[in-house]
Structure formats: structure tokens, C-alpha cells
């Protein structure tokens, strides 16, 4: 094997394409190429691989590496960049512009770029010459009986993989399964003719790249074979993967630090809370008369139904939004639940809602109240029930919108912004 990057062999026979290494890339190529085209003819010849995987995360909560390919390429040399790129491509070239970096690759990609239409961050795709998938299928596999069985591709779990070329009829089908026997349905069927994008000789191999968050990429066993079906591996019989170190500095800066610093801050806050108590009551008394409705905590957890998460709307940095329907009332409306980590204080919160409570426009939703009950800061509008304009433009609505429709709605808008910016007695500086 031909290895480059931070490609290397575990004591146990494993080949480690990346490490818990940031922003790097492994490959490791068989070390003679083979000849994947008729001379005659051009035409390109059939393969069959088999292959077993695994990428284990550094920190499985947060996600991995971007995954990793099988390649079939030109040069073991090849100009690649890491993170959204496999180490197949670089920024300059990933559009398949450059003939002298043209690889085939199946690729099993951990990484959603919205940059090459990518479905998911858990997906399998033929990529001809460019990051661009010609063909791409969420990860799982097919039971016996037919049933789609989901696979989390960067589980830390070994997974078996098949990809079979038959240039007799032009078609490349990828199979996976986490058991020994391959099955019969395949999770990827493309129809493709591979003679344009192969030269006479290619090196075939693997590769695969980390960003800001690592994966070691492992091939536990591989087989190769251009004159038939490739060999099956039986996944008991491989090399185990290696048990994860316990890292102690992180253990430290990660558990221990954190829960001395939380001690600290809890110390802090119940003297902070005890000795402003009273400030905080004094802030409320002197404010009350001014502004909107104060609702009471008590009618809007009830109007929430508890704020049950089947009742979210939406949220954001500033907090959750709930929808409530008033119980004097029957009113619908829509609850901003602040979080408890804003950094916005009672005084900046009052002054706020003074501010929005006297707005009137109709291109602005209506702030109808507020309630403040201890830690809980909690502002009440108007509901809107056909929800937010996003889902009509981005969510792959029933409906859409014609251009005298989109027209209307960015006169409404800018209708909006100009009175609170212009028209209003004060000006209001739209952040949100």
C-alpha cells in the first residue's frame, strides 16, 4: 500500500486513514494501478470491491470528520484539500474543471455542503470527476424480506460495503450492511457509463478527511476484483477497532474544571439574587403602571398547555415561542418564552416592551403584553396562523408563491422597516 497524509497501519493490521487530527487528510493507494480500459475499444471493464469501514469520532456527541471515499484515480499524488473535500479536490478544482485531478470516488459523507447539494449528513454518493454527487442515497441497508434498515455512518460501528461495476449493461450498484452477507438489494443504483471518466491506468484506493472536528477513518479489510464478484469479508474474523483512549487533560478541562466553575457560579448567583431581591420587587412596583398588559405566569402557562413542546412554534437565541390560546378570551396569541441564558436585564427587558407595546402598523405583529415572574420573562403577540414566510420559501411548500404574491409581501415588509425607522416618533433599530 501506497500511504500519504496522516495515513498509517495500527500494530493490529488496521489501516487508520485519519487520526483525532484537525483539518488533515490520509489516502493509501494499492501501489500498481490497474487497467480499467479496453485498448481497443475505449470501453471501460467491469469491477467488484468489498470493503469493511468505521469512523469513530473524537467527540461522538458533536459529530466527526467528513467521511471518506473509495477511489479509483489517475495519480497517487492527487491535489486535494481536507474538510469538505475528502481529499479529493481543492476549492479551485471541485467542479470538475480540471482534467489532470479527475477521480471517480463513491463516497460515504458525514458532512451536509449545501455548496454541492448534499441530502444529509449521512449519505452515500457517486461523484464523477466533482464533489457535485451524480447519485446519492441516504445511508442503511435491506433486509432479506425488503425492509430499509438505517445506518448512522459515523456510529464508531463496522460497516460492510460493496460497490459492483458491470460495464456490460452501464450500471454501478452500492450496497452496505453491518453484517457478512451482502445483500440482494442495493441502497444506490445508477445507470452510468464509466469509460469517459477513467484513464487506460488507475490507481485504486481510499480517502478521507477531517475539519474542525477529527474521525479516525478505519478499513478494517478490502477486497478487489476486475474479473468477477469481489470476496465477502466475514466482519468476526477482522481486526477489532481500538478501544478509545481516555484523554485525562480533556477529562480535566472538560469535567472537572466545568464542575469547580459551576460551584463557583452558583455561589455567585445566590448571593447576587439574595442581595438584589428586593432591588428587582422595587424595579417591578415603580414600572407597573406604564406600558402594555401584564399577564399573570399562571394564565400563560395555562394558555401553553404547561408550555408543552407540541405547542412550539419556533426558537432562536433569544428563546422559544410558543402558541397559547387565552383562557378568558379564547384568544389565540403567540408566547416568547426568553431564555434564562439571555444577557438581557429586567431594566433593558421593561424598557423594551414599552417601546414595541405602543407600535401600530399593520405590516408589524401585535405586541399585546408581558409577564415577569422571577427568572421567567415572557412577551405575548399577536398569532399569526399561516406561520412564517420561510416555510413558504425554503420547506418545499404545497403552495407556491407567485411573483405578485412575493411582490406584495416585500412591499409589506419594506412598509414595516420604513415605519420604524422613519415614520414612528422613535427610531427603532430592527435586529431581530
Known amino acids: 500500500m501506497s500511504l500519504n497524509g496522516v495515513a498509517g497501519i495500527t500494530k493490529s493490521g488496521l489501516l487508520r486513514l485519519t487520526n483525532i487530527t484537525q483539518d488533515a487528510i490520509g489516502r493509501a493507494f494499492y501501489s500498481s494501478p490497474f487497467q480499467f480500459k479496453n485498448s481497443s475499444n475505449g470501453k471501460a471493464f467491469s469491477f467488484s470491491t468489498a470493503f469493511a469501514f468505521a469512523m469513530a469520532p473524537a467527540y461522538p456527541t458533536l459529530g466527526g470528520g467528513h467521511g471518506l471515499a473509495f477511489v479509483l484515480s489517475p495519480s497517487k499524488q492527487i491535489a486535494g484539500y481536507h474538510s469538505q473535500y475528502l481529499g479529493l479536490h481543492n476549492p479551485s478544482d471541485h467542479h470538475g474543471n480540471n482534467s489532470s485531478n479527475h477521480v471517480f470516488a463513491v463516497e460515504f459523507d458525514t458532512w451536509r455542503n449545501l455548496e454541492f447539494g448534499d441530502k444529509d449528513d449521512n449519505h452515500v454518493g457517486v461523484d464523477l470527476s466533482s464533489m457535485h454527487s451524480n447519485a446519492s442515497a441516504t445511508a442503511g441497508y435491506f433486509l432479506e424480506n425488503s425492509t430499509m434498515q438505517k445506518l448512522n455512518l459515523n456510529s464508531g460501528k463496522v460497516i460492510q ?40 491506468s488507475m490507481f485504486v484506493g481510499f480517502s ?23 470476496e465477502s469479508l466475514s466482519l468476526p474474523s477482522l481486526p477489532s477497532l481500538p478501544r478509545p483512549k481516555q484523554n485525562y487533560t480533556a477529562l480535566i478541562l472538560c469535567v472537572i474544571f466545568p464542575a469547580v466553575l459551576l460551584m463557583i457560579s ?18 417591578e412596583a415603580k414600572d407597573l403602571e406604564i406600558g402594555p398588559q401584564r399577564f399573570s405566569y399562571q394564565e400563560l402557562k395555562k394558555a401553553t398547555k404547561g408550555f408543552k413542546d407540541k405547542e412550539l412554534l419556533g426558537f432562536g437565541g433569544f428563546g422559544r415561542v410558543y402558541k397559547g390560546t387565552l383562557p378568558t378570551t379564547n384568544t389565540q396569541v ?37 409577564c415577569q415572574c422571577r427568572g421567567d420573562l415572557l412577551l405575548v403577540y399577536d398569532f399569526m396562523p399561516c406561520g412564517s414566510l420561510d416555510k413558504y420559501l425554503f420547506d418545499e411548500p404545497k403552495q407556491v408563491l407567485s411573483w405578485e404574491h412575493r411582490f406584495k409581501i416585500i412591499k409589506g415588509v419594506a412598509s414595516g422597516l420604513l415605519y420604524l ?10 435586529r431581530d
Open 161 to 200: 460495503a460493496w460497490i459492483d461495476y458491470d460495464s456490460a449493461i452501464n450500471r454501478l450498484e452500492v450496497k452496505l450492511s453491518t453484517l457478512s452477507k451482502k445483500p440482494k438489494k442495493s441502497i444506490l443504483s445508477f445507470g452510468v457509463d464509466l469509460s469517459p471518466f477513467l484513464h487506460d
Open 208 to 230: 478521507a478527511s477531517t475539519g474542525k472536528l477529527a474521525s479516525s477513518h478505519y478499513i478494517l479489510g478490502w477486497s478487489f476484483n476486475m474479473s468477477g464478484e469481489a
Open 334 to 370: 403567540a408566547v416568547k418564552r426568553i431564555s434564562h441564558e439571555s444577557k438581557q436585564g429586567i431594566r433593558e427587558f421593561l424598557s423594551e416592551i414599552y417601546s414595541i407595546g405602543r407600535l401600530r402598523h399593520r405590516n408589524l405583529v401585535q405586541f399585546l403584553g408581558w
Open 266 to 283: 452558583l455561589a455567585f448567583i445566590s448571593f447576587y439574587l439574595v442581595r438584589n431581591m428586593k432591588n428587582l420587587d422595587m424595579i
Open 421 to 430: 425607522h422613519e415614520e414612528w416618533e422613535q427610531t427603532v433599530i430592527h
